[in-house]
């Protein structure tokens, strides 16, 4: 089963709007969250990535909620352009040497932005 | 600059047949890693090298091999290949197994038939 949930599975906003995208994970042992971008045929790439000691990271466009407490986490991309029309996976890892590396990812949400 | 190369993009194989999908990194990273990505799963890790001489399990090895050639290069072999295989294949590469951005390849896209 998966250790870190995703949703929703797909968005569609209009250029200028708000996509947002949330996960929640189980393991407590978890202490870094990444969100990865992925467009069709390619490779995901890391966007932004935060850690549990922190409520909010923001670069650019993109913003990173993080809820210790609930064991949640979301992504926000403010403004949303055509150009961000790709697929987001959530990912979760533990702060261990024999851990890093090793993500959980969410099943991914396919953010569709119209003109 | 190439970053992660895997090759092939495609590849249409028969139930039973072998294949040794290749990935080689030009960035002098330490470790690389194999994930398979299917729909509404995510990416899973199949294999992962922390450093050159090492491999160790993913989340889902079983039916895989890996062989980490040299430093730059980890390859994903198939032995028999079953259908539950077809997937895409990603590998990835980061500066070293504590390094959180790794980069990946394109992908291998995998039909077994």
């Known amino acids: 089963q998966q250790q870190v949930k995703q949703s929703p599975q797909s968005l569609i906003v209009q250029k200028g709007g708000i996509s947002i995208i949330n996960c929640a994970y189980e393991n407590t042992a978890f202490d870094y969250f990444p969100w990865y971008q992925q467009f069709p045929g390619k490779g995901p790439a890391l966007l932004i990535a935060i850690r549990p000691d922190v409520s909010e990271k923001k670069e650019g466009r993109f913003t990173i909620s993080f809820n210790k407490s609930a064991k949640q986490f979301s992504l926000h991309i403010m403004d949303s352009q055509p150009g961000d029309s790709a697929t987001y996976f959530c990912a979760a890892s533990k702060g261990t040497t024999d851990s890093w590396g090793k993500f959980q990812f969410g099943a991914g949400t396919q953010v569709v932005v119209t003109p | 600059n190439a970053g992660v190369t895997q090759t092939p993009k495609f590849q249409v194989l028969k139930t039973g047949q072998s294949m040794t999908l290749q990935c080689a990194q030009d960035m002098n990273h330490n470790s690389m890693y194999w994930y398979r990505q299917d729909p509404g799963m995510g990416l899973r890790l199949i294999y992962y090298?922390?450093?050159?001489?090492?491999?160790d399990k993913g989340e889902v090895p079983n039916g895989y091999n890996v062989s980490r050639l040299n430093k730059r290069e980890f390859s994903l072999r198939l032995e028999s290949a079953a259908p539950s295989q077809t997937s895409v294949y990603f590998c990835a590469s980061s500066e070293r197994s504590g390094q959180i951005r790794q980069h990946f390849g394109d992908g291998t896209r995998l039909s077994i038939l």
């Open positions: 090298s922390a450093s050159e001489g090492t491999t």
